[in-house]
């Protein structure tokens, strides 16, 4: 199962990043980039929408933003029977969209839940938005 581990992206082949820090967001006195999270995971959730979403099967949109809306970071833990019953659909579908999503690398499991495990942890890939189109 290649899909379902985390894998190195060829030198060369890396994303271009989503964000570039405005002018506003650097400091002047000190020289130090502002973290401000907030403008950033609007700014990712944006690029998502405005063409992470493309060519996407709705299904796969949903499943993405409620990890998104989830993950600390870029790292949501989640099981597909909670997202299920947050969007209305069978644990099945809910794994099936996020096979695609691997399949696309757009998050890719970090570890792996189960019975007396917890849920599966995923790791959000927001740079690849501009790659799977």
């Known amino acids: 199962m290649e899909n379902d581990v985390c894998h190195v992206i060829p ?8 964000h570039v820090p405005e002018r506003s967001e650097v400091t002047s006195s000190v020289g130090k980039v502002n973290e401000n999270k907030h403008s950033n ?13 493309l060519g996407l099967p709705p299904l796969q949109s949903l499943v993405w933003l409620v990890l998104y809306r989830d993950a600390r970071g870029n790292v949501a833990e989640v099981s597909a029977s909670y997202i299920a019953r947050r969007i209305g659909v069978v644990r099945r579908s809910v794994t099936r969209a996020l096979k695609g999503l691997r399949d696309r690398d757009l998050i890719c499991i970090l570890k792996r839940g189960g019975l007396n495990k917890g849920a599966n942890t995923y790791l959000i890939h927001p740079k690849a938005l501009r790659r799977h189109h």
């Open 11 to 18: 030198v060369g082949r890396e994303p271009l990043p989503i």
């Open 41 to 53: 995971r609007f700014a990712i959730l944006n690029e998502f929408i405005d063409s992470g979403m």
